[in-house]
């Protein structure tokens, strides 16, 4: 399996507060992802890191915050969480294959309520 | 609105019957790819198929893509028990993109 660990796995928490995501890979791939699944939208990309301190916006980044000081790192920041950010989170890690984005490989899953 | 999108959105089969599940999608692409997620885990990778390939295989899977028409479908063989999961498609967007969308994936049920 990919050496890829999302914490924590779990995690209550009260509208309002901040909250980070983290996602650490043993693999040294360049991309890194975070993507929300939510009953009846599948997955959807929230940022994505094409390497240190090199991130971008995806489908549905507001509200979010992600930073990449590190290789093996990339944190997901809900600055001041509202209950429409319950969900569970998955982190996902790439690298090239012939030139363009290969397959990914996920984690685990961390799975956030906001009460 | 999404990239990519599964259909049927829930599928039920006997063991040991054929599944297939399509994937449209909108924009030019480089590759498609296929995943499966098992409730309460991850995706995981099952093929990658490039946009100038029109057919891959995989042990009992069978991929297709078609970019005249942006579709794609994934045919599993004699289905088992185990194959009970979702299903999603996945898409970049061309050119240089780094992006991975997915659909809202395909349920299959295979009941032994």
């Known amino acids: 399996d990919a050496g890829i660990t999302q914490s924590p796995r779990h995690k209550v928490t009260e509208t309002g507060t901040p909250v980070t995501l983290r996602c650490h890979q043993t693999?040294?791939?360049?991309?890194m992802y975070w993507y929300r699944q939510d009953p009846g939208h599948g997955l959807r990309l929230i940022h994505y890191?094409?390497?240190?301190?090199?991130?971008d916006k995806g489908e549905v980044s507001d509200g979010y915050s992600v930073s990449r000081s590190k290789t093996e790192d990339f944190l997901l920041t809900l600055e001041s969480a509202t209950s429409s950010q319950t969900s569970v989170y998955f982190c996902?890690?790439?690298?090239?294959?012939?030139?363009?984005?290969?397959?990914?490989?996920f984690g685990e899953g961390s799975r956030l309520t906001v009460l | 609105s999404q990239q990519g999108e599964e259909d049927p959105q829930a599928l039920s089969i006997q063991e040991g019957e054929n599944a297939t599940m399509n994937c449209s999608y909108k924009?030019?692409?480089?590759?498609l790819q296929w995943y499966r997620q098992n409730s309460g885990r991850g995706l995981v990778h099952l093929i990658l198929i490039r946009s100038n390939e029109r057919e891959k295989h995989s042990g009992r899977l069978r991929v297709t893509l078609d970019t005249s028409k942006k579709s794609s479908s994934l045919l599993i063989t004699a289905s088992r028990a185990a194959d009970t999961a979702s299903y999603f498609c996945?898409?970049?967007?061309?050119?240089?993109?780094?992006?991975?969308?997915f659909g809202k994936g395909t349920k299959l049920t295979v009941n032994p």
């Open positions: 693999e040294n791939h360049r991309y």
């Open positions: 890191s094409y390497g240190v301190k090199d991130t």
């Open positions: 996902a890690i790439s690298d090239l294959t012939s030139g363009k984005v290969g397959e990914l490989f």
């Open positions: 996945a898409t970049d967007l061309g050119g240089g993109s780094e992006k991975l969308v």
């Open positions: 924009t030019s692409i480089n590759n």
